[in-house]
C-alpha cells in the first residue's frame, strides 16, 4: 500500500474512514439490490449530462464531483446510470466523468462495428476534448475492458486504470455464460422488456427503437474468440484488477490476470519491495457477483484505495 511502514498505516486510516462512509450505502444497497437488479438503474444524480463530438460519435457524458478527473465507463447494455449508487461516493474525492458508449445510453449509435479498441479511441478522444491531464480510467465489464485498451493504445492520456469484471479470454467465462451470450440478438428484444436494460434504454435512448440494432452489435461482438494475454502483460500505466468473488468468470482467471502483470509471485515484503513492478493490484470483492459490481460500495472503497492512497 505504501513504500514505508508508518505512511501504510497512516493510508490504512484513510483507507478505513473511506469504507466506514459507505456503510449507509451498504446497508440501502443490500436492502435495495432485488428491485435494482431486476426493475431499474436509475441513477439519483442530478442531471447535467453534455455531448462531445469524437470519431463520429455523439458522445453523451456527465460530470459529477470535484478533485482528480476520473473515467467512469460502464458495463455492456447499460449506461453510466447503472453506477448511482456509488457514484457519489466516487464523487467525494473525484471529479467523475461518466460518459455513454457507443449506442448506449444516451449516445445513438453510428454505423460502425462494436469493438473495444474503437470505443477506447473514444474515451482518448473525450480525454481530449475536454483537456484532461492523465485521468484515471475506472470501468466495469465492457467498460473495463475499454478501460484495459485505453491504458494500453494510448498510456500517455491515462495516471492509472481500473478494471472490474473485465475478463481476458472469451474462453474464461463459464459454459453456461458463454452460451447464454449466443443468445444475444435483435430476436432477444422481445423477450428483454422485462429487464433494467431494456427500461433504460427506452427511457433515455435518442432512438429507443435501436435496442434491437444494439442487441445485434454486442451480440456479434461476443460471439467472437478473443485474448488480450499480450495487452494487458504489455500494460505500462498502473492498473488495478477487480473482480467478484462469485463473478462471470472464477477468480483463478482474475489471479492469472494480476500475474500477468508481475502479481503474486513473491510475498510483498515489509517495505511492499516485492510488489509488482508496475504499481498493479487485485482486489477480489466477497459477496459480489458480476450483476452486483457496479453498485458495490466495496467496489468504489477499492478503487479509492487504489486511486488514492497508493500515489
Known amino acids: 500500500m505504501s513504500s514505508a511502514w508508518m505512511p501504510g498505516l497512516t493510508g490504512m486510516t484513510r483507507t478505513e474512514d473511506t469504507i466506514a462512509r459507505t456503510d449507509d450505502t451498504i446497508a440501502r444497497t443490500d436492502d435495495q439490490r432485488s428491485d435494482t437488479m431486476t426493475t431499474t438503474w436509475r441513477s439519483e444524480a442530478p442531471n447535467n449530462g453534455r455531448y462531445a463530438d469524437v470519431n463520429g460519435l455523439h458522445l453523451y457524458y456527465e460530470t459529477h464531483g470535484t478533485g482528480r478527473p476520473l473515467i467512469l465507463l460502464h458495463g455492456g447494455l447499460g449506461s453510466g446510470e447503472m453506477f448511482g449508487p456509488v457514484l457519489p461516493l466516487l464523487a467525494e474525492r473525484h471529479q467523475v466523468i461518466v460518459p455513454d458508449l457507443q449506442g448506449h445510453g444516451r449516445t445513438a449509435d453510428i454505423g ?30 465492457v467498460g473495463g475492458g475499454v478501460a484495459l485498451h485505453v491504458a494500453a493504445r494510448h498510456p500517455d492520456k491515462v495516471g492509472r486504470a481500473v478494471a472490474a469484471s473485465a475478463y481476458i479470454r472469451s474462453d474464461a467465462v463459464y459454459a453456461e455464460i458463454r452460451g447464454q451470450q449466443g443468445q444475444v440478438n435483435a430476436a432477444a428484444a422481445e423477450f428483454m422488456k422485462e429487464t433494467p436494460m431494456y427500461e433504460l434504454y427506452q427511457r433515455v435512448a435518442p432512438r429507443p427503437e435501436d435496442f434491437p440494432r444494439l442487441l445485434d452489435k454486442v451480440g456479434a461482438w461476443m460471439a467472437k474468440d478473443f485474448d488480450f494475454t499480450d495487452l494487458v502483460r504489455g500494460l505500462q500505466v498502473p492498473t488495478l484488477i477487480v473482480a467478484g468473488d462469485a463473478d462471470m468468470a472464477p477468480p483463478s482467471h482474475f489471479v492469472e490476470v494480476f500475474a500477468l502483470l508481475d502479481g503474486g509471485q513473491r510475498d510483498g515484503g515489509w517495505m511492499n519491495e516485492g510488489r509488482p513492478k508496475g504499481g498493479h493490484a487485485l482486489a477480489i470483492i466477497p459477496g459480489c457477483t458480476h450483476y452486483s459490481m457496479a453498485e458495490s460500495p466495496l467496489f468504489a472503497a477499492a478503487t479509492l484505495n487504489f486511486l488514492n492512497e497508493q500515489r
Do not use: K
Open 112 to 141: 460502425r462495428p462494436f469493438d473495444l479498441a474503437s470505443l477506447a479511441d473514444d474515451v482518448a478522444a473525450l480525454i481530449d476534448h475536454l483537456g484532461l491531464d492523465r485521468p484515471d480510467v475506472v470501468g466495469f465489464s
